[in-house]
């Protein structure tokens, strides 16, 4: 048993992806001896799991799965007017990106310094804004699935040639 243990522990899970959760440190082992995983969820959210959960399926998500775009916290507080979409278009195609998760969710992210615009984004169009903890004093919002198709649709008429191409990438990959 003792020796399974070592065995895990010499297992570094960084980089991988388990269901929705993201691992993206390796943190120290519980008192047991199990190795602790700083993850990140498809959501956005961030949380410790432990090695072995990672491993028997245990944790596939921060629980978010099936009720994120019911979530009260992930709608939107404002209805955009036409400057506000435009002017998301400008931060978009300046810090924005967007891809696919492993399961196909299509996912909109900019990254900032200053949280305050991604408030701005989060109370527009909805999704969610986090702290990175591999790089201090950098904010990220999260937007997915349905909301993330739609406002990309949205600002799409607003972008340069370069920044339509990668979407219309992500969409038909
Ligand atoms: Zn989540």
């Known amino acids: 048993m003792a020796d399974a243990r070592i065995a895990w ?3 570094d899970h960084t980089g991988e992806r388990f269901g929705q959760w993201e691992v993206f440190k390796r943190l120290g082992s519980q008192k047991w001896g199990c190795a602790k995983y700083l993850c990140r969820c498809d959501c956005g959210k ?4 432990s090695g072995r959960h990672l491993r028997l399926r245990q944790s596939l998500s921060c629980g978010c799965k099936r009720n994120h775009l ?3 916290k992930t709608k939107p507080s ?3 007017k036409i400057i506000d979409i435009a002017w998301a278009s400008g931060i978009y ?3 924005g990106c967007c891809n696919k998760t492993v399961q196909g969710t ?3 992210i900019i990254g900032q310094k ?3 615009i991604l408030h701005k984004l989060q109370s527009l169009f909805g999704g969610s804004v986090s ?3 591999s790089k201090s004093n950098f904010n990220v919002w999260n937007l997915y699935s349905v909301r993330a198709r739609g406002f990309l649709m949205t600002i799409f008429t607003f972008l340069s040639p370069r920044r339509k191409e990668q979407i219309k990438l992500a969409f038909s990959n």
């Not at 961030?46 to 799991?49: D, Y």
């Open 9 to 11: 522990n010499a297992i």
């Open 46 to 49: 961030e949380k410790e799991v």
């Open 70 to 72: 019911d979530n009260p």
């Open 78 to 80: 404002e209805h955009p």
């Open 93 to 95: 195609e300046g810090e």
């Open 106 to 108: 299509m996912r909109v």
């Open 114 to 116: 200053d949280p305050y």
């Open 131 to 133: 702290k990175t903890r």
